[in-house]
C-alpha cells in the first residue's frame, strides 16, 4: 500500500497520465529529453552531494572520479531507442569525455571555492582548474570509477521509463528497488534523499514535452486553416 500511495498515486497527476507509452509517435522524443534532463541533473546533485565533506577530496583520486563524471558529456541516444549509455562500450564512454575542457574547469573551480571555504587552502589548491588536464587524463587512465556511476545512472534512468510507459505498481516497485539500489551507494555517497528531485525533474521534462506538442498541434491547425 506504501509504494502505491507513494509512487503509483502521482501517475494520476499532470503530467503523468498523458505520458507517451512506447507504441506513441512521442516516445522516442518525449523519453530521450527525460533521460538528458536526468543526466545532467545528476551530474550537478552528484558533485553538490560529494562536496558537502570536504574531507572526501583528502583522497584525490577519488575525488578525480567524481568530478570527471560532473564533467561528462551527457549521452543523447543513438537511435529512437536508445536512451542510456551502454557502459560496455568502451569507446562509447571514453567519447563522453571528449571536449570537457571547460566544464572540467568549471567543476574544479566549484571544488577549489568549496574547499577554500572549509579552510583548506592548501588541498584547494591541488584543485585549482590548472590543473584540469591532469584530472582529466586520471579520469582516462582508471576509467572504473566513472563506468560504475554511469551505469547506476542508467539503471536509474531506464527504471523511470519502465515506470512512466508501464504505469503499473510493478513498475513502480520496480523503480523504488532500482532507484534505492543505484543511488545509495553512488560512489560511496548515500544519494536517496535525491529520489524525490528525481521525479520532480522528470515531471518538469514530461510538462516541456507535452506542452511543445500542444504548441505543435496549434501550429498545424493554424497552416491547415491557412491551405
Partial sequence: MAVKEEFCALL???????APAETDPEYARTWQR??????????RW???SF??????????????????????????GRSKSEFTLDVVDSPLVQRALIGIGTPLQRAL???????????????????????YLDVLLAGRRRPKPLIAMLAREAKLIEAVIGWGTERSEAAARRFMRVSHASLRGFHGIDMTELIAAVLKEVTMSLERSRQAREDRAVRCGVAGSLD
Fill in 12 to 18: 494520476d497527476h499532470d503530467p503523468w497520465p498523458t
Fill in 34 to 43: 527525460v533521460s538528458v534532463a536526468i543526466q545532467i541533473a545528476m551530474r
Fill in 46 to 48: 552528484a558533485l553538490e
Fill in 51 to 76: 562536496l558537502r565533506d570536504p574531507a572526501r577530496c583528502e583522497h584525490r583520486e577519488y575525488a578525480f572520479a567524481m568530478i570527471v563524471y560532473a564533467a561528462s558529456r551527457v549521452f543523447y
Fill in 109 to 131: 573551480a566549484q571544488v577549489e571555492a568549496r574547499l577554500r571555504e572549509d579552510g583548506r587552502e592548501e588541498l584547494a589548491c591541488r584543485y585549482s582548474p590548472v590543473w
